[in-house]
């Protein structure tokens, strides 16, 4: 799952699953993820383990600050995936 687009679909899906009342549609790809949406530190823990099972890339705690917008995140996990 290289590609970006679907890269992007997996973590809006994922946002989809994890927070049911957010719109990940209407997030835009610079956009901070926790603040426009509302997620509070377990639902941004849940997404990145529930990524991390379904794109195979872990990330670390150290980590964390680069992935905060949805495209930061994508392009995240496209350069670290195996």
Not at 66 to 76: E, F
Request: net charge negative; charged share 35%.
């Amino acid at each position: 799952m290289k590609d970006k687009a679907a890269l992007a679909e997996e973590v809006r899906r994922q946002l989809k699953h994890i927070a049911p009342d957010v719109e990940p549609d209407e997030l835009g790809p610079d956009q901070d993820m926790r603040d426009e949406l509302d997620l509070d530190s377990m639902d941004f823990l849940r997404l990145l383990e529930a990524l991390s099972k379904s794109v195979g890339v872990a990330i670390p705690e150290a980590d964390y600050a680069k992935v905060t917008t949805l495209a930061k995140m994508v392009d995240y996990l496209a350069a670290h995936q195996p």
